[in-house]
């Protein structure tokens, strides 16, 4: 496990506090039928694992319910639409966002964002938004980038030609063109994946805090997965005012020996179920932070 330190930040998603108290955000990326074909299950897509995700959905909300605690949930747009079909989910999005639950945007399909123009990425932010929000009846304000990529973020010298799309030859290569699109379309935070040039080169790991960029509460994922790194990282932030986002994938939870199953986020909770009735922790979601 790394050890992590915190940086200086901006007065963001409610962080200035008279009690020093951990802010813990758990980000689900529900990719849907659409998102699994678009990204780990291209080419072995089949229906039990679409019925595996959304049974795991069913199953984390009932958790939720009993623990009274709110998470997040980035899903595909092309999910919310009205239809029959395999690939829609409609009514299971409204419930999530009825039982209080933060319903943010996974893009309409699953895209590869650092391959895509300008209005290409405007019409997957907007459309994903809009029939999010119609399913859902609440507003859409966070997005998620799928495969969190890119990565490249000129603005934050921040550069990874692991995206292939490399700006400026695509629009979609730099992180702040995708967020300018953002805040023009009306969204008010983003979860971001960041590293910059001199960590790489430095070795150095900081716990990035939450920060504002030209409009937009920009929210770093700090881990994947709820095995025991994940705890010590918790841990290791008790005493400090902080935000911590893990961020994890429905599907995943029933992958046993991987970081996101279900014994892993049992055991998770159940640490942080502690920590919030020792005072050091809340679970929340970054559209409630921010408006505090």
């Given amino acids: ?22 802010r813990l955000f758990v980000i689900w990326d529900y990719d849907g039928p659409v998102g699994q074909i678009n990204a780990s299950h291209a080419y072995n897509w089949n229906k039990a694992s679409v019925e595996t995700e959304r049974r795991n959905v069913e199953d984390l909300l009932a958790i939720c ?11 595909t747009g092309l999910s919310a639409v009205e239809g029959g079909s395999v690939l829609q989910m409609r009514e299971q999005i409204r419930k999530i966002a009825d039982l209080g639950h933060e319903i943010a945007s996974h893009s309409w399909k699953h895209e590869w964002f650092p391959f895509l123009t300008r209005r290409q990425i405007r019409m997957s932010l907007q459309r994903s938004k809009e029939a999010l929000e119609d399913a859902a009846k609440k507003e859409v304000l966070g997005f998620v980038l799928p495969f969190t990529r890119p990565m ?26 995708i967020y300018k699109v953002c805040r023009e379309l009306g969204y008010d935070w983003v979860r971001v994946k960041e590293r910059p040039i001199y ?14 960029y030209r409009g937009i509460h920009c929210l770093p994922n700090h881990y994947n997965g709820f095995d025991d790194d994940a705890i010590q990282l918790i841990q290791s932030m008790i005493g400090q005012d902080c935000v911590i986002t893990i961020n994890a994938h429905p599907l995943m939870l029933s992958k046993e020996g991987n970081k ?33």
């Fill in 260 to 292: 996101e199953s279900w014994h892993n986020f049992r055991n998770f909770i159940k640490k942080c179920l502690q920590f919030r009735s020792e005072g050091h922790l809340e679970f929340s979601t970054p559209s409630l932070s921010t408006a505090i």
């Fill in 65 to 75: 319910a009993d623990a009274g605690i709110a998470m997040t949930f980035a899903i």
């Fill in 152 to 177: 490249t973020w000129i603005g934050r010298g921040n550069f990874s030609f692991g995206d292939r799309g490399i700006w400026p030859l695509f629009f979609g290569g730099d992180q702040g063109n």
């Fill in 199 to 212: 960590e790489k080169f430095t070795r150095q790991i900081r716990l990035h805090q939450p920060f504002d």
């Fill in 1 to 22: 496990m790394q050890n992590f330190t915190c940086n200086s930040f901006v007065q963001v998603f409610g962080l200035e506090r008279r009690h020093k108290k951990i």
